[in-house]
Nanobody, 116 residues
Framework: QVQFVESGGGLVQAGGSLRLSCAAS????????MGWYRQAPGKQRELVAI???????ECADAVKGRFTISRDYAKNTVYLQMNSQKPEDTAVYYC??????????WGQGTRVTASS
């Protein structure tokens, strides 16, 4: 099993910044992918940004140029720096870890509300 500690969500005004962090522990494979998804009210869960198993990153078009993902491999921790937030960024943000060839794990989610 994998456990997560997520933090950093909250209320921010449009144009403001927040930083999310997610620390994973437990049965983490050496080959894994880790990142962030989000789910807005009434919408499907979608990818925000992720570190692939090869160390490359993917980022949703909607957040490119505003959000930055970073990772501390020694601490099994990923961060999401969210700048220039928009009301449409309002969602529950979920940490995600995929043990390659095995299964996917999800954090409990942290709520982000960007007010206009």
């Amino acid at each position: 099993q994998v456990q997560f500690v997520e933090s950093g969500g909250g209320l921010v005004q449009a144009g403001g910044s927040l930083r999310l962090s997610c620390a994973a522990s437990g049965s983490i494979f050496r080959l894994n992918a880790m990142g962030w998804y989000r789910q807005a009210p009434g919408k499907q869960r979608e990818l925000v940004a992720i570190f692939n198993s090869g160390g490359t990153t993917e980022c949703a078009d909607a957040v490119k140029g505003r959000f930055t993902i970073s990772r501390d491999y020694a601490k099994n921790t990923v961060y999401l720096q969210m700048n220039s937030q928009k009301p449409e960024d309002t969602a529950v943000y979920y940490c995600n870890l995929r043990n390659i060839g095995y299964r996917v794990y999800w954090g409990q989610g942290t709520r982000v509300t960007a007010s206009s």
